[in-house]
């Protein structure tokens, strides 16, 4: 859904532009495909998080800000958000919705902050279009402090019928229909190709394993549909 710092084989470039071409429909277009139902997962990932009042937190890949909203209610008033996107247009909306919080442009594989900066870094249906999966996720690892959180929301595979045919249904023939009623059908082919690119649960733990995360785990939602993982940067907070 959202969009990063790169796009599995479509350059990084084209991948921005297609965000940009759609950020007028993003958000109708996650209601209708969702059936809603995405504002409750993005709460569920902000629980794994576990932000407290007064918390700094980063969200990588934020888009139209929705993640980031939900992390803002949590810190409270005398905490800090920063929602960090490549897509400018994705970002006015953003910035409309939440002026409160912080949005700034920039690329998920260099994020331009320092070590140990956020309490929790989070990033929602992003992860999958980093160019560079390792990178992205060592970034998210980097700027988190020790004992803080990173977590990762995002659409998977079903694997067991009948859901998995359903699945497929609706992926592979009725979100692009979709995308050809909103004008855009390529951004809504390009959906479902990501989504099949990106590893399944048991292989993206071992991703952010692999970023030095520890106390890695994952919960499945949406009948297996919706991954969400946690891991925790090493060492005790200060």
């Known amino acids: 859904m959202k969009n990063a710092a790169g796009g599995g084989t479509l350059p990084e470039t084209q ?6 071409r759609i950020a007028g429909v993003y958000d109708r277009m996650n209601s209708v495909m969702t059936a809603g ?9 902000v629980d794994l998080a576990g932000v407290r009042p007064g918390d700094r937190a980063l969200d ?4 139209t800000g929705d993640l980031a909203r939900e992390l803002g209610r949590r810190v409270g008033p005398d905490g800090e958000v920063v929602g960090l996107d490549f897509s400018e247009s994705m970002l006015q909306i953003a910035r409309g919705k939440a002026p409160e919080l912080r949005f700034e442009t920039g690329n998920a594989l260099d994020l331009p902050y ?14 999958r279009n980093f160019s560079d999966l390792p990178s992205g996720l060592a ?11 990173v977590v990762v929301l995002e659409i998977t595979t079903p ?3 009948p859901l998995s045919w359903f699945f497929r249904l609706w992926f592979d023939t009725l979100v692009p229909a979709l995308g050809r009623l909103a004008g855009d059908p390529d ?5 479902p190709s990501s989504v099949r690119r990106f590893p399944a649960p048991p292989a993206l733990a071992g ?13 499945l939602t949406a009948g297996g549909i919706i991954a969400i993982h946690a891991g925790t940067v090493p060492g005790s907070a200060a």
């Open 37 to 45: 139902m995405d504002s409750r997962w993005r709460e569920r990932a």
């Open 114 to 127: 320092g070590d140990g900066e956020f309490a929790a870094t989070t990033v929602g249906f992003g992860a």
């Open 139 to 149: 970034e998210m690892a980097r700027v988190t402090r020790p004992g803080g959180r």
């Open 15 to 20: 991948v921005r532009a297609m965000f940009d």
């Open 159 to 161: 694997q067991r019928p």
């Open 60 to 63: 990588v890949a934020t888009g």
């Open 187 to 191: 951004a809504y082919t390009y959906l």
């Open 207 to 219: 991703e952010l394993a692999g970023a030095g995360l520890v106390d890695v785990r994952w919960i």
